[in-house]
Structure formats: structure tokens, C-alpha cells
């Protein structure tokens, strides 16, 4: 069985997106939702799940965590000290995210900010937040969570070890590694890899994950992703096709006999309904949704 899984992240999207995301998506047929490791997201996803009518025990859902932090954007902070209550910012801000607090000083709300940085100036931080993983897994006890991601994109073997041994600890749920290729060659990567998976006592998932610096709907903006998944062929773990996938991740997987078991949607499948919900037209939304999903279940 091939599964389709949308990567939500409360840092690319707010929170009313992601629960708009995951109403259009279940309903069109999404079995994973990958989001942040904050609590407030998955209630905005199973919030979206119920509008559509569904019930959120019938989904999976994962949560990721970087390397480094949060595994999303920065987000905006007003540094009062620089600031001159021009009230720039909050123009600039297409969210809607930033107000004016009752001291007259713009604040930025955390859940509406997306991290875009459009409101960048020397009076505003974007500050990387570190990640608690045991506060993490304190929040989401007993809440349905199916798989634990582990994103790494720095190659600092001693912290990728001790985050790893972290998240192993917190969280009983089945384990995925998405390790970005651009940041290690070949052989280190899969060495890595095997390493993670040996101290795992569950097998691990791997997500062939890739960046691109231009994400378009092309041959092109798919490839790395599938020579990525290529890659680990040999280690017979189950393999998640991610990042940069787009419309031609499944034919082009099929058409090299990659063998995977999921292809994860990330910017693609936002974009792809943004015109119909800019025009309020949600069941168009849905449809466009669904060929996506089916096309990549079939
Ligand atoms: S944060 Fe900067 S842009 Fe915003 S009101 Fe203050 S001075 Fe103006
Ligand atoms: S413009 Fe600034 S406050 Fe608004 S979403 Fe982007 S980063 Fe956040």
C-alpha cells in the first residue's frame, strides 16, 4: 500500500492554514500529517479533520524534530529597545500577524506568524528556538502519534547522537530520518544512516529527503529527491520519497524502479489549491487535492 503524507509545518503556515490544509487533505484522501512538535498544531490539524467531517483516529500523525531547533522558520519578535513605533511592520505583514499591544509597541503573534522575514529590519529578531523534546513529549501524552522524524541537516556527529538517543527515550511511537544529502556525501550519509538505525530497536524509516533552492513543479525539482531515495535501496528499510516532491515524484519514481513506501507533499500540495481557496472555492480545492493524492496512491 502507498501512502500520502502532508507536511504541515507551524512555521511555513499558521495555524487556521494548517487546519484549512488538513480539512481539504483528509478529506481527499491524506493518510499521514507531518507537523511541528507543538501541540497547538496538532490540534489545528485534528480541528480541520473534524470540519471535513472525519474523524482524527483514523489518520496517522507525525511530528519532526531538526538537528538544531525547531525544524521551522524562525519567527518574528519586536525588539522594543530599536523600535520607534512606526508601525511599518504591521503593513508589511500579509498574516496579519503583528498588532499593537496596550503599550502602543507592535507585538507579533507566534500562532499567525509564518517566519517569512517580508517584515526584516534591525528592529525585528528572528530568534531560533530550541526544542525540549521531553516538554514535547509531556505535551502530546496521550494524544495518537504514529512516528517521530528526526531531521538532520548539520553534521555534528556528537549532537545528532544525543538528540537521537533523546528522541528514542521520549517517544515509543516508530522513528523516521530525514537527512538532508546536500550536507554529506554518499557513503557518509548512508554510514550515518546505519548507525541511527542500529540503536534503534524498531526499524526506521528513511526519508529521502531534498531541498531545492527553486522548488517548481519540474522534472527537475524531483530528481535529487529520487536519486536520494536510490540511495538506500540496499539497507531494506521502509524509504518515505520527501522534500522537493512535486507532480512527477511518482512517475519518475516508478519510471527508475525506485521502491518506496510513501511520498511525502510539502510546498507542492499547498500550492496546487491555493488559487481555488483564494477564490473561497473549497470543493474545487478538494478535487484538485484528491487527483494529487490518488495519483500518488495508485
Ligand atoms: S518594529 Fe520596526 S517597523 Fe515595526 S513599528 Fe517598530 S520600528 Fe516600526
Ligand atoms: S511579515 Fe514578519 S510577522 Fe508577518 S509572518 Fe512574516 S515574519 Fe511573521
Known sequence: MKYFKLILEHGDCSLSEIEVFSQIYSQAGTDIFDISPDIKALKATKRGIKKAGLNPCDF??????????????????????????????ISRCSQNAIFIDKNGYPKVSEDKCIGCKTCKKSCIDFLDKEVDIKQVAKDFEGEKLDIVEFHISGYNKKTIIQKWEQLLENFSCQKSIAVERNKFGDEKLLKLVKKLDKMNPQKTIIEAYDTSPNPCDTPAGTLQAIAHAQIYEKLGLPVFISGETNSFTKDFADKFDVKYSRISMNTYARKIIEKALSASDYELAVRIAKKLVEKIKT
Open 60 to 89: 496517522k500523525y507525525c511530528i519532526s524534530f531538526g538537528t538544531n531547533s525547531l525544524n521551522s522558520m524562525p519567527k518574528a519578535t519586536i525588539n522594543q529597545s530599536k523600535c520607534k513605533r512606526c508601525y511599518k511592520c
